[in-house]
Structure formats: structure tokens, C-alpha cells
T-cell receptor, first 112, second 112 residues
Framework: SQQGEEDPQALSIQEGENATMNCSYK?????LQWYRQNSGRGLVHLIL?????REKHSGRLRVTLDTSKKSSSLLITASRAADTASYFC????????????FGAGTILRVKS | DGGITQSPKYLFRKEGQNVTLSCEQN?????MYWYRQDPGQGLRLIYY???????QKGDIAEGYSVSREKKESFPLTVTSAQKNPTAFYLC???????????FGPGTRLLVL
């Protein structure tokens, strides 16, 4: 079964607003990553946060990780129409290499 | 121009036929992965390989086979034993000691 579960399944906002997506997982992890997928395309890595970190920033992206609650959130500030995509969290277990387990994703639509 | 290429972009399979999806990378990555994505769902791991001539089953390996004869190449064969092959197939690669995976553009497999 999938490790990560994302919430909400879909999100529709106006350009300029902030978008927040949440991810919950079930077991211990070494790292949690967020990826973006435009329709019909491959995934693009956005940001990685390790289990000993609580918050990371990259441009308009802010990720938090709460290992006690086994949850993470991705915040996209000042959203743009070009941010329209599906966003996936993936939890990493560095056992044999780095096997990632993906959630079902959040579909974000930014209206201009 | 470095990256991961997948071919073909679309592939049609007839009943009882085996088909092979190509994945090539020139990133000098040791690890390569195959994922399956069904509509509205996250990615599920089919097979992965950390080194040439070695590979491991992922969560949904039944009906699939792989080979890793060269570092750059990790082809996936969808066999006739896979009864529901229609999906979007994504190949990825990574440096073994690092967590981030880099994805190809995907192959969409359809059944005639």
C-alpha cells in the first residue's frame, strides 16, 4: 500500500494566492521529497527534507516536516498559472538504495 | 544534453504480446527505477537496479521483467502475463548515495 497520502486531492485557487498541500505517512523515513508533474509528463524534483530537519525553503516553496505526527506540508506562495500541475510527496527509506514510496498526489489548478 | 530518455512515447500492445519499453540515461547514475502510474494515482515501483547486472523486484513486479546489461540502459518488458498493462510508465535514475530521483518523460502503453 502507498506510504504517503495527500490532502486535498484537488485544489483550485486564484493566481497570487497561496497553496498548501499536506502529506501523511505511516512508518519511519529518512527523507521526504516533493515532486511536480505536468499533465502527461515525467516528474520533476522540487525539494527534499531529511528526517532531522523541520523546515526548508526554495524560492516560493516552503516545506515542513513533523516526524512526531508523520506529516509534511508544501506551501507555494504567490501562485502563478504555470504552477498548475499535480504535486506528489514521496517518502524515502535508505535501505537498499533509496526506494521512494509515492502518495496519490494533489491536483493544483491556479486560475488566472 | 544530459538526461533520461524513454521511447516510444506511445506503445500499443496486442493481446498475448510482449512489449519492451526503453529507458536510457547519460547522467552516469548507478541506480535506475521503473514505475507504473494509473490515472489519478501515485507511482508504484515495478523494478529497480542499483548496479549493472543486478536488479530487485518492487511492489508490483508480476507480469514484468527487466535487464541491466549496461549502466546507461534499463529496459522494461511488459509480458503477456500482465493482464492489465494499460498505464503510464516512468523510468527514473539516481546516484546511489543520494535521495533525489530524476525522471524520464514517460511511455503510455495502451492495449488494442
Amino acid at each position: 500500500s502507498q506510504q504517503g497520502e495527500e490532502d486535498p486531492q484537488a485544489l483550485s485557487i486564484q493566481e497570487g494566492e497561496n497553496a498548501t498541500m499536506n502529506c501523511s505517512y505511516k512508518t519511519s523515513i529518512n527523507n521526504l521529497q516533493w515532486y511536480r508533474q505536468n499533465s502527461g509528463r515525467g516528474l520533476v524534483h522540487l525539494i527534499l527534507i531529511r528526517s532531522n530537519e523541520r523546515e526548508k525553503h526554495s524560492g516560493r516553496l516552503r516545506v515542513t516536516l513533523d516526524t512526531s505526527k508523520k506529516s509534511s506540508s508544501l506551501l507555494i506562495t504567490a501562485s502563478r498559472a504555470a504552477d498548475t500541475a499535480s504535486y506528489f510527496c514521496a517518502t524515502g527509506l535508505m535501505e537498499y538504495g533509496n526506494k521512494l514510496v509515492f502518495g496519490a498526489g494533489t491536483i493544483l489548478r491556479v486560475k488566472s | 544534453d544530459g538526461g533520461i530518455t524513454q521511447s516510444p512515447k506511445y506503445l500499443f500492445r496486442k493481446e498475448g504480446q510482449n512489449v519492451t519499453l526503453s529507458c536510457e540515461q547519460n547522467l552516469n547514475h548507478d541506480a535506475m527505477y521503473w514505475y507504473r502510474q494509473d490515472p489519478g494515482q501515485g507511482l508504484r515501483l515495478i523494478y529497480y537496479s542499483q548496479i549493472v547486472n543486478d536488479f530487485q523486484k518492487g511492489d508490483i513486479a508480476e507480469g514484468y521483467s527487466v535487464s541491466r546489461e549496461k549502466k546507461e540502459s534499463f529496459p522494461l518488458t511488459v509480458t503477456s502475463a500482465q493482464k492489465n498493462p494499460t498505464a503510464f510508465y516512468l523510468c527514473a535514475s539516481s546516484i546511489v548515495s543520494q535521495e533525489t530521483q530524476y525522471f524520464g518523460p514517460g511511455t503510455r502503453l495502451l492495449v488494442l
